[in-house]
């Protein structure tokens, strides 16, 4: 099974930017659709932003014009500019993809957005 590794997570000051960065165990030119969500204390799951399996990318209707998906198949990594960042962006943000039908997801990184 892929495995997903995440970096760039921390602590920032409201209308900073942070990149997180996420590493996969195989070739993302190979994988379907992959992308981010993210998780707050007490509240649903979240997708973020994503690459379709048409190549198109979905953006969150909170995050539009502020976040920007990319993705580097040369290094297999797929990675979230996160600019102008406000405290209701504080969660857990986790790498997802679709590996042969499943959801594969990465462990986590932690963004804490200050006031």
């Known amino acids: 099974q892929v495995q997903l590794v995440e970096s760039g997570g921390g602590l920032v000051q409201a209308g900073g930017s942070l990149r997180l960065s996420c590493a996969a165990s195989e070739s993302t030119f190979r994988l379907n659709a992959m992308g981010w969500y993210r998780q707050a204390p007490g509240k649903q799951r979240e997708l973020v932003a994503a690459f379709s399996s048409g190549g198109s990318t979905n953006y969150a209707d909170s995050v539009k014009g502020r976040f920007t998906i990319s993705r580097d198949n040369a290094k297999n990594t797929v990675n979230l500019q996160m600019n102008n960042l406000k405290p209701g962006d504080t969660a857990v943000y986790l790498c997802?993809?679709?590996?042969?039908?499943?959801?594969?997801w990465g462990q986590g990184t932690q963004v804490t957005v200050s006031s």
């Open positions: 997802w993809c679709r590996w042969h039908g499943l959801d594969v």
